[in-house]
């Protein structure tokens, strides 16, 4: 797959490392090069797009490249916490739904949210045997399934968690998940018991 990455900051390094070792072309485009580094980061992602910019750039980014991101699988990374682990986008729309607006002939799938950059220089990130779960949101099935394949692609098991729509609940959860890592120290994951109970 073609992928570009728009940011040069660590989500930008450590997928576009990842995806490089499954034998994907991956092309970085950073801010800092100015619209020609991001456009074309943009062109280059035929196949996807990954947005790895923080939040307050996101839209804006993403406004001034909607016609080159016109029909492509457009990756949303990003999370809009604020001061105090606080969702900057409570009562919506959600990150994701402002990014599809941006940019409304595009196909937006909300994923990689949930974890620190650091989870994603693991190769692969397993934990306890069991594979790192990453939930996707959507609602085109050819770019769903372009990141599915992405996401198995890290060694990791792609999760159905809804329509765009549903972005906002995903959102949400990096929010209470980076308040009880960062902020007060707690094995977030010890919140949700196994399925078989």
């Given at each position: 797959?073609?992928?570009?990455?728009?940011?040069?900051?660590?989500?930008?390094?450590?997928l576009?490392?990842?995806?490089?070792?499954?034998?994907?072309?991956v092309f970085?485009?950073g801010?800092s090069?100015?619209d020609?580094?991001?456009?074309e980061?943009?062109?280059f992602?035929?196949?996807?797009v990954?947005l790895?910019?923080?939040?307050d750039?996101?839209?804006?980014?993403?406004?001034g490249?909607?016609?080159t991101?016109?029909?492509r699988?457009?990756?949303?990374?990003?999370?809009?916490?604020?001061?105090?682990?606080?969702?900057?986008?409570?009562?919506g729309?959600?990150?994701?739904?402002r990014?599809?607006a941006?940019?409304?002939a595009a196909h937006?799938v909300k994923?990689f949210?949930l974890?620190?950059v650091?989870?994603w220089r693991?190769?692969?990130?397993?934990?306890g045997?069991?594979?790192?779960a990453?939930p996707l949101?959507?609602?085109?099935?050819?770019?769903?399934?372009?990141?599915?394949?992405?996401?198995?692609?890290?060694?990791?098991e792609?999760?159905?968690?809804?329509?765009?729509?549903?972005?906002?609940?995903?959102?949400?959860?990096?929010?209470?998940?980076?308040r009880l890592?960062?902020?007060?120290?707690?094995?977030?994951?010890?919140?949700?018991?196994p399925l078989?109970f």
């Amino acid at each position: 797959m073609r992928i570009g990455i728009l940011g040069s900051g660590g989500m930008a390094d450590a997928l576009g490392t990842q995806w490089r070792r499954a034998g994907h072309a991956v092309f970085t485009g950073g801010r800092s090069g100015g619209d020609g580094g991001l456009r074309e980061a943009a062109r280059f992602g035929t196949d996807a797009v990954l947005l790895a910019l923080p939040y307050d750039a996101v839209v804006d980014v993403v406004v001034g490249l909607a016609d080159t991101l016109a029909g492509r699988t457009v990756i949303d990374c990003t999370n809009p916490v604020g001061p105090g682990f606080t969702l900057r986008t409570a009562g919506g729309p959600s990150a994701a739904e402002r990014i599809a607006a941006a940019a409304p002939a595009a196909h937006v799938v909300k994923a990689f949210n949930l974890c620190h950059v650091d989870v994603w220089r693991l190769t692969p990130p397993v934990f306890g045997g069991r594979p790192l779960a990453v939930p996707l949101c959507g609602d085109d099935e050819d770019a769903l399934s372009a990141v599915r394949h992405l996401v198995r692609d890290l060694g990791c098991e792609p999760l159905n968690a809804g329509g765009l729509t549903e972005a906002g609940l995903v959102e949400a959860t990096a929010a209470l998940l980076i308040r009880l890592w960062v902020g007060e120290g707690a094995d977030a994951q010890a919140i949700a018991p196994p399925l078989a109970f």
